[in-house]
């Protein structure tokens, strides 16, 4: 403002200061914005200057032009602004439609953008003209845009190179001579390069692209020049912040070491590492030169609290509604510890289950996991009951790939059996044990465990029964699970992708226990659909399980509210559970809908709602189900 505090009182200057204000407001879309300065004498010749403001309404963009504008639809390039025509619905919930003038200059090099990706080295973009409407409500925008015409790419070369030869750096180059330029993939040429030298030790290696355009041929040579820089060692690792872990802790998972080259791909490895613990709110891994050729790797975390007590409730279609109490300390001692006690109470079932886990035992590739549970659940034609145990011992076979073996003994008992119930469920009325073991290998390269955004998991489940170990049920079963996540260009949209198949069988003349069989239907395998309702079921409506399973997903992953890590999914699911008389085929169930998922402090929270695509009979149209403490 021209006036200032402690000054003789100048009219000239409240109103200048008035006028300033104004069109600071008017920057910002306000041109309806009044201010007004009252002067209030006070004692001992002193003034008081009080500037009324009336905002009024925010302008709207009625209409956005593109002169010039030939090549591409008007769509196209609204699709990359920040600034957007004001729509009825969509501008009532969000700003859309709404004059940011800070982000002209902004949308300009959007625009400009989107057109060098597209070939246009030679495009030129004008700041646009703003037409106020006469009761200064809308605007309209006027961006003038010459394109010139489309290049592509005669040669690709590098200079300044040592470390590798031409023809290493070029073998899985994105630029290829006679494609059309793309200003992106020249990033993403940088990047690879920058990423090739950066495992090797060149971590402060510097690539630039320089363009030799020709409009004469309308080619470009695209050229980048290497800076290599030194090969960098790591002198020493600090650790930060870590008030509760101890450092062995945070040190078995880093992948970068004292007195070794320093690999940029160990330490974005290490990131994720260090976050997928679920200790620490924040983690950062940051190289500091000491040396020429040395640098001090400074990691830093924030901690968070891994010590949790909840109380909660919950619905699905297996049991009902359900109280649920949870307590865990998920970094025992600041060991890395796992200590869960579990216990839910629903109409239907009651579980409660103790869990201890040593996730490195003497901070080695091996961990160490022990269960013991008690389940009831009635599933309405029966009543099942179990008690038992495991022991896990699981191996990190390489950074990707991990193994589990597990030995399990349980007691199951089959009681209050309805008259309408399966043969096959009445036989197995009574007393029955398990005893065996489980196993299972897995590739798993999600960059973030709880909400990924890239990777995959793909791996082999095995389980096994024999009454040489004192048990009763003799079966054997296994399960192939793929997963796969691809993230999408805009708006941190992924793609996800899941594949099931599993089978079960007896052999030594005992059948398949129930407890082994698949129950295919609900919010983890086919969700619109109850419990087991996707796979056999009899005349009369009971579930009966099959032996075999087949089941697809697919999803569309959007973020709701980012900072509080909720999202919100579109799916698809595909998939039924077989009899023991049906052979696997691709006549499956089908259903879609919407699901919510929030990464809260008390651990994964899920809420679905699906629809069935394929409704038979007196089936429901539609199912919800809210799930707690675990991740699709």
Not at 285 to 306: G, I, M, N, S
Not at 473 to 483: V, W
């Amino acid at each position: 403002m021209t006036l200032k505090n402690q000054v003789f009182l100048d009219q000239q200057a409240t109103k200048a200061s008035a006028e300033k204000i104004r069109a600071e407001y008017e920057k910002s879309g306000y041109h309806k914005a009044k201010v007004i300065p009252i002067i209030q004498e006070l004692r001992e010749s002193r003034n008081r200057v009080t500037f009324f403001i009336q905002e009024g309404a925010r302008a709207k963009i009625d209409t956005i032009h593109f002169a010039g504008m030939t090549v591409f639809e008007k769509k196209d390039l609204l699709s990359v602004m920040a600034n957007q025509e004001w729509t009825p619905f969509l501008s009532l919930i969000t700003d859309a439609g709404i004059l940011h003038q800070e982000e002209l200059s902004n949308d300009i090099e959007r625009i400009k953008e989107y057109y060098s990706n597209r070939g246009y080295l030679d495009v030129q973009v004008g700041t646009p003209a703003i037409e106020l409407s006469d009761d200064k409500e809308s605007v309209n925008l006027t961006f003038r845009v010459s394109e010139g015409q489309p290049y592509t790419v005669q040669t690709v070369r590098y200079e300044g190179n040592t470390v590798f030869e031409d023809a290493a750096l070029a073998r899985y180059s994105f630029i290829r001579p006679d494609d059309v330029f793309q200003r992106t993939t020249v990033r993403e040429e940088i990047s690879r390069v920058t990423d090739m030298y950066g495992a090797e030790g060149y971590a402060f290696a510097e690539v630039t692209p320089n363009l030799s355009p020709n409009p004469d041929t309308l080619t470009t040579d695209l050229t980048f020049t290497i800076k290599e820089g030194s090969l960098i060692r790591v002198r020493e690792i600090h650790i930060t912040g870590n008030d509760k872990t101890r450092d062995n802790v945070i040190r078995r998972e880093l992948r970068v070491d004292e007195q070794e080259v320093l690999d940029s791909a160990a330490v974005k490895r290490s990131f994720q590492r260090l976050n997928n613990l679920n200790f620490f709110e924040t983690v950062e891994l940051v190289p500091e030169h000491v040396e020429e050729d040395k640098v001090d790797v400074q990691v830093r975390v924030k901690e968070k609290p891994t010590g949790q007590f909840s109380i909660g409730g919950g619905f699905s279609t297996l049991d009902r509604f359900t109280a649920i109490a949870n307590i865990t300390e998920g970094n025992l001692f600041g060991l890395g510890y796992l200590v869960r006690i579990r216990c839910q109470v629903g109409v239907r079932r009651t579980i409660g289950v103790l869990t201890f886990r040593n996730p490195a035992l003497f901070d080695g590739p091996t961990s160490f996991q022990a269960d013991g549970f008690s389940t009831q659940t009635n599933f309405l034609t029966y009543w099942e009951e179990r008690k038992g145990g495991t022991v896990q011992w699981g191996r990190a076979f390489s950074e990707y790939i991990t193994g589990s073996f597990t030995l399990v003994g349980e007691q199951i008992r089959i009681t209050n059996v309805a008259n309408n119930a399966t043969s096959f469920i009445r036989n197995q009325l009574g007393d029955q044990s398990t005893t065996g073991f489980r196993s299972s290998i897995f590739r798993d390269t999600r960059d973030f465990f709880q909400d990924p955004r890239t990777g995959s998991r793909t791996g082999l489940r095995l389980g096994f029964g024999t009454d040489y170990l004192g048990g009763t049920n003799n079966f054997y079963r296994f399960a192939l699970d793929g997963l796969k996540y691809i993230p999408l260009p805009v708006w941190d949209l992924r793609m996800a992708f899941r594949g099931r198949i599993g089978m079960a069988d007896g052999y030594s003349g005992s059948s398949v226990p129930l407890t082994e069989l698949f129950f295919v239907g609900g919010i983890n395998t086919m969700r619109g659909f109850q419990f087991g309702r996707a796979g056999p079921v009899t005349d009369t409506g009971t579930l009966a399980g099959g032996n075999k399973q087949l089941i697809f997903n697919t999803e569309l992953i959007f973020p709701v509210l980012p900072a509080a890590k909720l999202n919100g999914v579109l799916f698809f699911d595909y998939g039924k559970g077989f009899a023991e008389e049906e052979s696997l085929n691709f006549n499956l169930r089908k259903a879609t809908g919407l699901e919510v998922r929030w990464i809260s402090p008390f651990g994964p929270l899920r809420a679905a709602w699906g629809l069935k695509l394929d409704r038979t009979g007196r089936e429901q149209s539609s199912v919800f189900e809210f799930s707690v403490g675990n991740v699709f």
